[in-house]
């Protein structure tokens, strides 16, 4: 007997957007339901290495389409794994991916003519079948289990049966019930058409059946060529972008293309794509997909995180190794000692694949970094073997580009003069606040270019590095080891106005005199081993808790400043005048301002300001 189950509300809502939508890109479910056609071929082609029961005598692997014009439904067969009531109601009732609420709200919050390049372009896995029918019927078993036949059947209505049901055969047919207007897909040459242009390099053999002289046969409609396998100078770049994008599931050709045979200790072959945009599995939450291992063009694993550093994820592509062990489960598959060889390797390729292209083509490589340039700071706070690679790399605004473009490290260090010595930065909440930081003034007096640190990131990856070429990477809002450059007769004079400072701010960890100040009065600089402001700033927001003590910075005093020698003479005339405290107050408030940092009383800070101006409106 059926039961009816409801579908998880994000999948209601996604089938809703599906159903009533216009889409240019609906001839993508196809492409959808052969790739998880071949994913069950795949899966129980492995099973049946260790478990022969599996194959049910039937090892003829291949996913076959059937039309049928009469009672207008198209079926995808394939003879995979098979699914159990248990599965079928995990796999079909609910989306499995994470970021699916980021996903639904961005497909809601897009114009309606954006909505269905979206969907088109990424595909929707299953749930594809609803851009085409109006109805699906899946029935299906799993391999080794002949009497666990199942049917699922649903209108995308946001509900769905499920019974019992004979399946002499191991695997899944899908069978899509077409809308009027969709009726094109039964017809063999578009079908044709779309598996050369979606699916021509699966491994396992689309087939169709076809009638020639009186007799059926089945047509294999797919190339099935191992294209990683095949001679570089074979293959064209039409053929690299088929196979990306079957790969990628994208639209978009790839970036670059890392076609690559190892020999020696291990040998392996591997095809690599470097994306031009973030690909769409990491833009909503973080993705486990890795490359794909193949074994003696035996599919092994889609999800072979092993093969390259985490950071590295945006990389799609293929490793085909016949050194490594078919008899062997797929988690101490990736622990063994192969694999790390081969990822150090592959790891290596594609980072002076990047090293190439920023050389060659500094335009297209910034494009990449703005989508991609997060996993690269990742992998230069994390990986210390490829540090200096990474750091190559990286990309930043200084105080000598213009707002949105970069420079790299080597530049910067090919632009100093002889007499500086360190790197500088200065991080911070945008470019707009930091240029003006008074902490640049004695820098730009100076004409040394400081590093603009915008990224959130930044900071914990400069921090990390320490140096590049032997120059320390410094922050410019960090106190410096001694008060050079200010004269011994300021520092006798202006010792009183600091101890006051000191005494009437509990705020601050001290105050003292400094020369890199030019137009500013005063400002706040963090200890000379102390977290700088916006990185406190940075682990506060990342604290969930938001609870994360304090630290007292540097107050800085301009000598030279006309306010603060008022305020000295002020002070040397009569201490206990009650502008003084004021004065101290609105220094310290202004410092913060400028710092970037929020102030803790801004009513106190109003009330101070008002009364000082009402007292000099008054005075005139």
């Known amino acids: 007997m059926a039961e009816t189950l409801q579908f998880k509300t994000e999948l209601k809502q996604l089938l809703q957007l599906i159903i009533h939508s216009l889409y240019s890109h609906k001839d993508i479910f196809l492409r959808e339901l052969i790739s998880n056609a071949s994913d069950a071929v795949d899966r129980v082609r492995f099973q049946s290495l260790t478990d022969g029961s599996v194959v049910e005598g039937d090892s003829n692997w291949k996913i076959k389409l059937i039309p049928d014009a009469a009672n207008r439904t198209l079926t ?50 299953f749930y594809a079948s609803f851009m085409v029918a109006d109805k699906v019927t899946v029935v299906s078993r799993m391999a080794g289990k002949p009497e666990d036949g199942v049917r ?49 390099f699966v491994e396992h053999p689309i087939v169709l059946d076809v009638e020639k002289d009186g007799t059926t046969s089945e047509e294999t409609l797919n190339a099935r060529k191992a294209i990683w396998l095949r001679p570089r100078h074979e293959i064209t770049e039409d053929e690299h972008a088929a196979f990306y994008k079957h790969l990628a599931h994208d639209t978009n050709n790839p970036l670059r293309t890392i076609h690559y045979k190892a020999e020696g200790n291990i040998e392996f072959k591997a095809l690599l794509y470097i994306p031009g945009h973030k690909p769409f599995d990491l833009m909503f939450g973080e993705s486990k997909k890795g490359l794909h291992l193949y074994i003696q063009r035996v599919f092994i694993l889609d999800d072979c995180e092993t093969l390259l550093p985490k950071y590295l994820r945006f990389v799609r592509g293929v490793v085909d190794s016949p050194d490594l062990p078919l008899n062997v489960s797929r988690e101490l598959l990736q622990q063994s000692a192969p694999l790390e060889k081969i990822k150090s390797n592959l790891t290596t390729k594609v ?113 990390s590095l320490h140096a590049y070429n032997e120059k320390v990477l410094k922050p410019i809002d960090q106190v410096a080891s001694d008060s050079s450059g200010v004269s011994d007769e300021a520092k006798v004079r202006y010792q009183p106005l600091c101890a006051y400072l000191k005494e009437k701010l509990p705020e601050i960890a001290e105050a003292r005199l400094t020369n890199r100040l030019k137009d500013s009065a005063v400002c706040l600089v963090a200890g000379e081993h102390a977290m700088t402001a916006s990185m406190e700033r940075m682990m506060r927001r990342f604290r969930q808790d938001g609870e994360m003590p304090e630290s007292k910075r540097v107050l800085e005093v301009n000598p030279e400043h006309p306010l603060v020698q008022a305020v000295q003479a002020l002070l040397a005339k009569d201490r206990g005048d009650a502008r003084l405290e004021v004065a101290a107050r609105l220094l310290y408030d202004q410092a913060v301002i400028l710092e970037g940092s929020k102030m803790k009383e801004p009513l106190s800070f109003a009330k101070r300001l008002n009364e000082m101006l009402l007292r000099e409106t008054q005075r005139g």
């Not at 599965?87 to 897009?110: C, N, P, Q, W």
């Not at 209108?155 to 004979?166: H, L, N, R, S």
Request: glycine residues 8%.
């Open 76 to 125: 995808i067969r394939d003879n995979g794994v098979g699914m159990s009531r248990e599965t079928i109601v995990e796999h079909l009732g609910t989306i499995a991916r994470s970021g699916t609420r980021e996903f639904l709200d961005s497909l809601k919050a897009a114009d309606a003519k954006e909505r269905p390049e979206m969907i088109g372009q990424f595909g929707v896995g």
């Open 152 to 200: 699922w059947e649903s209108a995308g209505q946001g509900d769905f049966t499920i019974e019992p049901c004979e399946k002499a055969a191991r695997g899944t047919d899908i069978t899509l019930h077409l809308r009027e207007d969709c009726a094109e897909y039964l017809d063999s040459f578009t079908l044709r058409t779309l598996i050369k242009k979606y699916s021509d």
């Open 351 to 463: 980072l002076a694949t990047l090293e190439e292209l920023k050389q060659k083509d500094i335009e297209k490589y910034t494009s990449f970094y703005r989508e991609m340039g997060v996993y690269l700071r990742e992998g230069a706070y994390q990986d210390y073997e490829n540090k200096k690679k990474l750091a190559d790399l990286l990309l930043f605004e200084s105080t000598k580009t213009d707002a949105g473009k970069y420079t790299t490290l080597a530049d910067y260090v090919d632009r100093m003069p002889g007499e500086q010595t360190e790197i500088y930065y200065l991080g911070g909440d945008g470019r707009e606040m930091l240029e003006q930081s008074p902490l640049l003034e004695s820098f730009k007096a100076k004409g040394w270019e400081v590093l603009l640190l915008i990224d959130p990131s930044d900071e914990f990856v400069i921090g």
